[in-house]
């Protein structure tokens, strides 16, 4: 196939400071489909939580929970006893949900998504398993829960769960809602239990390699010499 179609990898398209750092000021990917704001307050919540000690929860700017999965979704998330940043909109969440998580959650409409998963604090992500955000967690060795909605996330949630060993993916019930009772038992796998342990582990080594893709010498870099090469040759 190669021989026909010659095809050269390249990535992950992670912006440089959060991967080999060889292109100056390089943190971010200059667009957002929604308005941005102050990261500061994020910043300065997690830098108040020890290592590895808060779960990061976004499901991306596409994806819409029906309101019985949001209402199971917070209160498992809650019910873990564990501190988490939730990236979703206030009027989505069960009526009585922000006085009761206000020790324990910090609620915003938008997150510098890769200023958060690099940060120590966190040490696990709760997403839909899109493509972006598992490249970006796993480039910043950072172990997921993936409750994947639609289009490539079963895929992304697979290689997660199954091929890399970084994550687990939760099991909807039979009426089509992935229950508290699920949501907690996963984030507490991957946060406290023994194969957490063991993704966390998996999680750094696939991180080290997508450093070591990106960095001069490395299979991207390679490849991207070699393309540029090419196509100075060909014109």
């Given at each position: 196939?190669?021989k026909?179609?010659?095809?050269?990898?390249?990535g992950?398209?992670?912006p440089?400071?959060?991967l080999?750092?060889?292109?100056?000021?390089?943190?971010?990917y200059?667009?957002?489909?929604?308005?941005?704001?102050?990261?500061?307050?994020?910043?300065?919540?997690?830098?108040?939580?020890?290592?590895?000690?808060?779960?990061?929860?976004?499901?991306?700017?596409?994806?819409?929970?029906?309101?019985?999965?949001?209402?199971?979704?917070a209160?498992?998330l809650?019910n873990t006893?564990?501190?988490?940043?939730?990236?979703?909109?206030?009027?989505k969440?069960?009526?009585?949900?922000?006085?009761?998580s206000?020790?324990?959650?910090?609620?915003?409409?938008?997150?510098?998504?890769?200023?958060?998963?690099?940060?120590?604090?966190?040490?696990c992500?709760?997403?839909?398993?899109?493509?972006?955000?598992?490249?970006?967690?796993?480039?910043?060795?950072?172990?997921?829960?993936?409750?994947?909605?639609?289009?490539?996330?079963?895929?992304?949630?697979?290689?997660?769960?199954?091929?890399?060993?970084?994550?687990?993916?939760?099991?909807?019930?039979?009426?089509?809602?992935?229950?508290?009772?699920?949501?907690?038992?996963?984030?507490?796998?991957?946060?406290?239990?023994?194969?957490?342990?063991?993704?966390?582990?998996?999680?750094?080594?696939?991180?080290?390699?997508?450093?070591?893709a990106?960095?001069?010498?490395?299979?991207?870099?390679?490849?991207?010499?070699a393309?540029?090469?090419?196509?100075i040759?060909?014109?």
């Amino acid at each position: 196939m190669s021989k026909v179609f010659p095809v050269l990898t390249i990535g992950p398209t992670v912006p440089s400071f959060y991967l080999d750092k060889r292109v100056a000021n390089d943190k971010t990917y200059d667009i957002n489909l929604f308005q941005s704001e102050p990261s500061t307050p994020i910043t300065n919540w997690l830098n108040t939580k020890p290592q590895g000690s808060v779960v990061y929860v976004a499901f991306g700017s596409m994806a819409t929970l029906p309101e019985e999965q949001m209402e199971e979704l917070a209160w498992g998330l809650l019910n873990t006893n564990i501190d988490f940043l939730w990236v979703v909109r206030e009027e989505k969440l069960p009526g009585d949900f922000l006085r009761a998580s206000a020790d324990k959650a910090m609620i915003v409409q938008w997150s510098p998504q890769l200023e958060v998963l690099s940060n120590k604090a966190v040490g696990c992500f709760f997403s839909h398993g899109g493509w972006n955000s598992t490249t970006e967690a796993l480039s910043l060795g950072v172990p997921m829960v993936v409750m994947p909605q639609w289009t490539d996330q079963t895929t992304d949630a697979k290689f997660v769960q199954d091929v890399w060993g970084v994550g687990v993916r939760v099991t909807v019930g039979g009426d089509g809602v992935v229950r508290r009772e699920e949501i907690e038992g996963c984030v507490r796998e991957v946060m406290e239990g023994e194969r957490g342990k063991e993704m966390k582990r998996n999680a750094r080594k696939w991180s080290d390699l997508a450093k070591e893709a990106m960095s001069e010498g490395g299979t991207s870099d390679v490849n991207i010499d070699a393309f540029m090469s090419n196509l100075i040759a060909s014109s």
